[in-house]
């Protein structure tokens, strides 16, 4: 066995640029490749069981023109008869290597593979904003500036066939920089900003360089275990499974780049804490998957501060025939309770008091659809709001202006069309947003963009929206909220 | 090709469209499985579901383990062709969405025929598919795919 197993792993590793970058190999061997044209199969011949395996007539590759720079002289027929028999041994020697470990492993456990992939975006964008735009109190630059996107990593791990762990994380230079306050002359605050600069005291240089700290966000990281294809558990951190935008989240599956506003955590939390029963049952073509989780819902901070758990599903029907297309439908259901601990009398004795608390419903519904190089995408989310008496929280966090109870809708849709040529995929979106605020009652956000698929794994993706600030009603103008932005990615999967 | 072919052809490329492949030339391939397999026989359906991994058990709590061929080769954009009905370039992109989704991990790859079929003869739950040729008594077929189909056995 030893001296098998050495010869395969050297064939194995020779021959792991042939694996897929997202598909696992038998060794658990990944190599950069998904789109190339097919080459021929090994020629079968009989194995040791004396089975005739005779197989079909398959020509050998025709060899690549050699170029002035690595001319090489062309194999006698006796080398070319040696490399084939070569080839032959080593094709046996991999599967014998393979038959082997698989007959020492169980169906559970041959599935163990723990894998590492994520994906990576930065770029380029400028935002037009006027000159006292609303949104110069989020930190965001007028300037055309370089931009860190996306820096994200999973750890996929199956150690069973039946439990998987996962783990995806964001690496970020946040907070650094980060605008915390807006400066309130009229009441004396100058504006607040984080700074995570530091002197990097392990430098050989005495204390005069610096860096700046970053941080990671956790996206996802929980446990799941299927018992079968109608019932599985997830627990942990996971994204709310709501609508389309939540869940593929990622800028290599995203279609456009500039999130809806209902999604970010301002409807529904971006991620949840909880444990989540998942499945799936299959009628003809169709599958129907349900999620149903129980969870902390929105919190102030890790823990939950009260004891009703907030609620959600998502139902979703999908099929490939006869084309691609998937309906879903999605609810939450939680309470926000943010308290407040201040020293009650006696030294070490505190007191909790609530502060901000209210009720939020949310339902939604998502369709996405693939004719061919069309691709449609168009998502739907409506939120009721309700506020405990007295409990209420600033509206986007001006103090003094309080949120009243509210219901709010967000809506929008995206067409791309896939271009024959060098991967060009334009598109159009529209979103409209209500949201009840001191900025207006209305969001429109109209856009256009392009994406150029370079291949499956690299992305050049740019977009411009306008995004109008409107009452439907028209009685007041907020026009001068008004913004444009342009922003371009590039996007590598790996 | 004339000229007027060629428009014709960037034509429908531009809509979306283009001309049916011919699977005429293809080999026929089978689709086995562990002899312990109770499953008498798979649609098209059953396998599209089985290898994009949504279905993961046979009944009950019994794994389902699919093995693809490497994407290279000419059996592996056959299958993709004809059970999932996708091109290697779509099957790469579907793939890697459904990574970035943290969906349900592919199947996993055996470098050859071969390989494939001594795995699934290995392994009870296996399933696979081998140019019909490499087809030993240790498995059994479950489909066959021949001109652009999938067959009974």
Not at chain 1, 261 to 283: D, E
Not at chain 2, 58 to 72: H, K, M, Q, V
Not at chain 2, 144 to 150: A, E, F, M, P, S
Request: charged share 20%; hydrophobic share 35%.
């Amino acid at each position: 066995m030893s001296n098998v197993a050495i010869a395969a792993w050297a064939i194995l590793l020779s021959a792991s640029a042939e694996a897929s970058a997202f598909e696992p190999g038998v060794q658990g061997v990944s190599g950069n490749e998904g789109a190339s044209a097919p080459a021929p199969s090994p020629t079968p011949r009989s194995d040791q069981s004396g089975t005739n395996t005779q197989g079909p007539d398959n020509t050998p590759p025709s060899a690549p023109a050699p170029t002035e720079a690595a001319k090489v002289a062309p194999p006698t027929p006796s080398q070319s008869d040696e490399i084939a028999k070569l080839r032959e041994e080593m094709a046996q020697l991999r599967s014998e290597f393979e038959t082997t470990r698989a007959s020492t492993d169980t169906p559970e456990t041959y599935q163990r593979t723990i894998e590492f992939y994520g994906f990576m975006d930065m770029g380029f964008q400028k935002a037009w904003l006027p000159a006292q735009s609303a949104l110069l109190g989020t930190g965001t630059s007028k300037a055309s500036t370089f931009v860190l996107g996306n820096v994200n990593l999973y750890v996929d791990a199956n150690p069973t066939q039946n439990w998987r762990v996962l783990t995806e994380l964001r690496l970020t230079n946040y907070p650094n920089g980060s605008l915390d306050q807006v400066g309130l002359p009229t009441f004396g605050q100058s504006e607040k900003r984080t700074t995570t600069t530091v002197y990097d005291v392990n430098s050989p240089d005495p204390g005069l360089n610096s860096v700046n700290w970053g941080s990671i966000v956790m996206q996802q990281a929980w446990i799941q275990g299927t018992f079968t294809d109608w019932l599985g558990v997830r627990v942990g951190y996971w994204l709310t499974p709501f609508g389309i935008w939540n869940i593929d989240h990622g800028t290599p599956t995203l279609i456009g780049l500039t999130p809806p506003q209902f999604t970010g955590g301002r409807f529904y939390p971006r991620n949840q804490l909880g444990i989540q029963a998942i499945g799936h049952f299959t009628s003809r073509a169709w599958t129907f998957n349900y999620t149903a989780y129980l969870s902390n819902g929105k919190t102030p901070g890790q823990l939950d501060p009260t004891d009703d758990k907030a609620f959600g599903f998502r139902l979703s029907a999908q099929t490939m025939r006869p084309i691609p297309m998937q309906f879903g439908l999605a609810g939450y259901t939680g309470r926000y309770s943010q308290t407040v601990a201040n020293q009650a009398g006696a030294l070490l004795s505190v007191a909790e008091t609530e502060v901000v608390a209210y009720r939020q419903w949310d339902i939604g519904a998502d369709i996405s659809l693939d004719l061919g190089a069309l691709r449609l995408r168009t998502e739907l989310a409506i939120e009721r709001l309700d506020y405990d008496q007295g409990k209420y929280e600033y509206s986007l966090g001006a103090p003094g202006l309080y949120s009243p109870n509210h219901l709010s809708w967000g809506w929008y849709s995206i067409a791309a069309y896939r271009l024959p040529w060098i991967g060009l995929e334009p598109y159009l979106t529209c979103e409209i947003y209500r949201f009840p605020s001191i900025l207006s009652e209305n969001i429109a956000v109209p856009g256009a963009g392009l994406n150029i698929h370079v291949n499956t794994e690299v992305q050049i993706k740019t977009q411009y929206t306008r995004t109008y600030f409107f009452d439907f009603n028209g009685e007041h103008d907020h026009s001068s909220q008004d913004a444009s932005m342009l922003a371009s990615r590039l996007v590598v999967a790996y | 090709m004339s000229l007027t072919r060629r428009k014709f052809l960037l034509l429908l490329a531009a809509v979306g469209l283009s001309t049916t492949y011919s699977f005429a030339s293809d080999p026929t391939l089978a689709v086995i499985v562990h002899p312990d397999v109770e499953v008498k026989q798979l649609s098209d359906v059953e396998l599209e579901s089985i290898f994009l991994t949504e279905r993961r058990y046979w009944s009950g709590t019994r794994p389902i383990i699919p093995f693809n061929l490497a994407p290279r080769s000419e059996e592996r954009a056959l299958f993709d062709r004809v059970v999932l009905r996708m091109e290697p370039e779509a099957i790469a992109r579907y793939w890697l969405d459904r990574r970035v989704r943290s969906g349900n991990p592919p199947p996993r790859q055996a470098p050859d025929p071969m390989t494939v079929g001594r795995l699934v003869a290995k392994l009870p739950g296996a399933i696979g598919y081998i140019p019909e040729s490499f087809v030993t008594h240790e498995v059994r077929v479950l489909a066959r795919i021949r001109n652009g189909k999938v067959l009974a056995p």
